[in-house]
């Protein structure tokens, strides 16, 4: 039996439903069919999608929020549907900056440099209060817009420290604060146990070098 998101899918095809724009660099689109809305990127170009979604996938599995994802075939091209996060807002460092500065191992680990994007609009807060990010496209080996980051994803991480230095979220956060951050979100094992849905076996291998790097510098 199709899941919601795959009737969603194919009353998008059926119906040529180009949906409407959200904004952003890489040209979300809103659907709004029977089966739920949802949210549709084809990113950059095909590595690009390829990428985010396998990204979401990731940060889901080791408990950060990110929205439900699915990644189909569309007349030749990767389509990743995601799930609209219904009623959420945008964060507010006023009131989510704890709650964001949680989650800063896993981000850093993927690389994740717009984490929270330059208006606030890559992560949003549900109702129930939990962080979803909703954007992680300049995560992994691609920048947000989708041009590939080269050697500047690499083996060793060091962005715990350059989103503290340059990301008002995270500044005046402690390398104390960053291990609990490590340590909620699994640790290692959690890390390593992930690594099974990055599909890309360049992307999966640089992870699994940067967990063990992770790991040595939380230790």
Same mark, same amino acid.
């Given at each position: 039996?199709?899941?919601?998101?795959?009737?969603?899918?194919?009353?998008?095809?059926?119906?040529?439903?180009?949906?409407?724009?959200?904004?952003?660099?890489?040209?979300?689109?809103? %659907?709004?069919?029977?089966?739920?809305?949802?949210?549709?990127?084809?990113?950059?170009?095909?590595? %690009?999608?390829?990428?985010?979604?396998?990204?979401?996938?990731?940060?889901?599995?080791?408990?950060?929020?990110?929205?439900?994802?699915?990644?189909?075939?569309?007349?030749?091209?990767?389509?990743?549907?995601?799930?609209?996060?219904?009623?959420?807002?945008?964060?507010?460092?006023?009131?989510?900056?704890?709650?964001?500065?949680?989650?800063?191992?896993?981000?850093?680990?993927?690389?994740?440099?717009?984490?929270?994007?330059?208006?606030?609009?890559?992560?949003?807060?549900?109702?129930?209060?939990?962080?979803?990010?909703?954007?992680?496209?300049?995560?992994?080996?691609?920048?947000?817009?989708?041009?590939?980051?080269?050697?500047?994803?690499?083996?060793?991480?060091?962005? %715990?420290?350059?989103?503290?230095?340059?990301?008002?979220?995270?500044?005046?956060?402690?390398?104390?604060?960053?291990?609990?951050?490590?340590?909620? %979100?699994?640790?290692?094992?959690?890390?390593?146990?992930?690594?099974?849905?990055?599909?890309?076996?360049?992307?999966?291998?640089?992870?699994?070098?940067?967990?063990?790097?992770?790991?040595?510098?939380?230790?």
């Amino acid at each position: 039996m199709p899941t919601p998101m795959e009737e969603a899918l194919a009353h998008i095809q059926s119906r040529g439903d180009g949906g409407s724009n959200l904004g952003g660099s890489t040209g979300a689109r809103l %659907h709004d069919t029977p089966y739920g809305k949802y949210v549709g990127k084809r990113g950059a170009h095909p590595q %690009h999608i390829l990428n985010e979604f396998d990204i979401n996938r990731y940060l889901n599995s080791v408990g950060v929020g990110v929205p439900n994802a699915g990644l189909y075939n569309d007349a030749g091209s990767p389509l990743m549907l995601t799930e609209f996060e219904e009623d959420a807002r945008r964060i507010d460092p006023s009131r989510d900056k704890a709650k964001i500065q949680q989650d800063i191992a896993p981000q850093a680990l993927v690389g994740n440099w717009d984490v929270t994007g330059m208006f606030n609009d890559n992560a949003l807060v549900r109702p129930d209060g939990d962080v979803s990010y909703v954007d992680v496209g300049g995560a992994g080996a691609y920048r947000a817009m989708g041009a590939p980051k080269n050697n500047a994803f690499g083996p060793i991480v060091d962005e %715990h420290n350059t989103l503290r230095n340059r990301n008002d979220w995270y500044k005046g956060m402690t390398d104390q604060q960053v291990g609990q951050s490590w340590d909620r %979100h699994g640790g290692e094992d959690a890390f390593t146990e992930a690594l099974q849905y990055l599909q890309n076996p360049q992307t999966q291998q640089i992870m699994g070098d940067r967990v063990q790097d992770f790991a040595r510098q939380v230790a």
